[in-house]
């Protein structure tokens, strides 16, 4: 079982459609950031969220961070081909260094 | 300002060799981790070093160790290959210190994509 459950696992839509991946846990986070991973790179950071209730805005991507900072959503709007990817959340297991885990992922594919 | 370079790219491998990986950080990195991500367990931490010095280790056998040299790059090693150990092995560096942790972003290198027949 992982610490950082993540859903859908896959994700197939048309462009201009709206869509939500969830990253949710019972563990409480100081934070949590989003990454973008495409085939043949490494994942890149999107966001990070460190309060309760926060809502960042990155164009079309919403990022929301669960009053209780036990999980996350990734909204994005009027998808496009290039949103294609990986998208990953992923939290510091402590404050002393870069030890991250991730969720296993979402999969998203955009049809034009 | 060069990225996060990892070498080589693709590595083939037979089980029971060992192997090596290269990462050269950020310039002004001083912590590197080592991660290992397949289709069935996604990303996993290996380890982190930090000015020379492990800081924290993941939950992988002690085939799987590193380095760091007092340059910041690291190296990764892993002896007695198994089949499970065919992945992409992603190195990341940050500052790893001193600054706020919105800041503090680990910057991923594109990977040593490894297999072992």
């Known amino acids: 079982t992982q610490l950082l459950e993540q859903s859908p696992q896959f994700l197939s839509i048309q462009e201009g459609e709206n869509l939500t991946v969830y990253c949710n846990s019972s563990s409480v986070f100081s934070s949590l950031q989003w990454y973008r991973q495409e085939p043949g790179e490494g994942p890149v950071l999107l966001v990070t969220?460190?309060?309760?209730?926060e809502v960042k805005k990155l164009k079309r991507l919403t990022f929301q961070f669960g009053d209780a900072r036990k999980d996350s959503s990734l909204h994005i709007t009027a998808a496009q081909p290039g949103d294609t990817g990986l998208y990953l959340c992923a939290a510091l297991l402590n404050n002393a260094g870069n030890m991250l885990t991730f969720g296993g992922g979402t999969r998203l594919m955009v049809k034009p | 300002k060069a990225g996060v370079t990892q070498t080589p790219r693709y590595l083939i491998k037979t089980r029971g060799q060992q192997v090596t990986l290269s990462c050269s950080p950020i310039s002004g990195h001083r912590s590197v981790s080592w991660y290992q991500q397949t289709p069935g367990q996604g990303l996993q931490f290996l380890f982190e070093y930090f000015s020379e010095t492990q800081r924290n280790k993941g939950n992988f056998p002690g085939r799987f160790s590193g380095r760091q040299f007092s340059n910041s790059r690291s190296e990764m090693n892993v002896s007695t290959l198994e089949l499970g150990d065919s992945a992409l092995y992603l190195c990341?560096?940050?500052?790893?210190?001193?600054?706020?942790?919105?800041?503090?972003?680990?910057?991923f290198g594109a990977g040593t994509r490894l297999s072992v027949l």
């Open positions: 990341a560096s940050s500052l790893g210190q001193g600054v706020a942790l919105t800041k503090n972003i680990q910057y």
């Open positions: 969220v460190v309060t309760g209730g």
